[in-house]
């Protein structure tokens, strides 16, 4: 199964916030990393026929998307950014209702949403009201909608928001075993989110993808540019806005500084292994836009 943007665009007005998008996906877990504005949810959209590119063309398996029509979205699981619920609904209601859409058997929704709520850890609130849901809650819902039918292509915007740790682990869990066959993208600005379950990683900034690679290659990108700075609270202070930095952690008194920089920023600075986060930062923040192209 192949997944095929070539040189796709897209304009708000005046504004293109795609430009000339072209990347081909497999089966696995792609992560699609960037800043809040990036176009994420734009090309994300497209990939599931919500939108429409303005220029290019998305194939799937060599045919455009376009003229698949209701069998390509047959196809394809999306959890949106934002999701709505009817304010009377279930959560049973929700996922009955988006599995009629769906246009799945009624013998076979019955058995699956009770199995996708033992996954999601909803199974003694199916009966609840959506409204009363908690926002993580609602997060988990709008997962086992978008694994109800068990798509080949499986999309997810911003899957973890307003989930706790346990709840972020458990979702990655579900996604790594889910992932075999299927090609699964996860949007997201959130490093952690797809650090160790993402065969290949999109960095996207500005409407372009500037990078699709591995954890480790984009980790050696990184490569002698982490450093670890201790100074005081006052210094720190003074220091941090002009400088890039992935972690502080205070002890007894003194911080324990974490900095991002191509050249030795202190004499007492201690050169650390990189990890994707701070990968993701130095790209971001020391390439030339003209070297991210």
Known sequence: MELKFERVSKNYKDKKVLKDISVTMGTGVYGLLGPNGAGKTTMI???????????????????????????????????????????????????????????????YTKKRIEELAYHVGLQNDLKRQCRA???????????????????????????????????????RNIISAYSNDRLVL???????????????????????????????EYIKMAKNCVWIVKMSAEKLVKYQNNAVISNVIAKEGVMEVRVIDDEKPFANAVQTAPTLEDAYLYIFNYLPEKARR
């Open 133 to 171: 849901y908690s926002g993580g809650m609602q997060r988990r819902l709008g997962i086992a909608q978008a694994l109800l039918d068990n798509p080949e292509i499986l999309i997810l915007d911003e899957p973890t928001a307003g989930l706790d740790p346990l709840e972020r682990v458990k979702f």
């Open 186 to 216: 996860l949007s997201t600005h959130i490093v952690s989110d797809i650090e160790h379950i993402a065969s290949k990683i999109m960095m996207m900034e500005y409407g372009v993808i500037r990078y699709v690679n591995t954890r480790e």
């Open 45 to 107: 959209k497209m990939m599931a026929d919500v939108l429409r590119p303005d220029s290019g063309q998305i194939l799937y398996d060599g045919r455009n998307i376009r003229s698949i029509g209701d069998e390509y979205r047959a196809k394809v699981g999306y959890l949106p950014q934002e999701i709505s619920f009817y304010s009377n609904f279930t959560g049973r209601d929700y996922l009955e209702y988006s599995a009629a859409l769906k246009g799945m058997e009624k013998s």
